[in-house]
């Protein structure tokens, strides 16, 4: 059993749910979507709360030991991934 199984479906933060998402061994990462948000470039961004959040989560699996970053794509999705 690897340490990855250790790892939740869903994860709570600041009272954002995260789902954890296995695409493959070397794809895992927890989503999260909220609202789109442009910056002042008309750039998508993720909702600020949001992602106080995602960094959040990157910092709490950093501390148990996993080595993550947060990112963010468009729609207003965020990812936390999970590197093997």
């Given at each position: ?11 709570t ?17 927890y ?29 709490i ?24």
């Amino acid at each position: 059993m690897s340490k990855i199984d250790d790892l939740s479906n869903y994860v709570t933060v600041n009272g954002w749910k995260f789902e954890l998402v296995k695409q493959d061994v070397d794809d895992i990462f927890y989503q999260c979507r909220g609202a789109i948000v442009y910056d002042d470039y008309h750039d998508q961004v993720p909702e600020p709360e949001l992602w106080v959040a995602a960094m959040k989560l990157e910092t709490i699996l950093t501390r148990d030991g996993y080595n993550v970053n947060a990112d963010h794509s468009e729609k207003g999705w965020v990812e936390v991934t999970v590197n093997v």
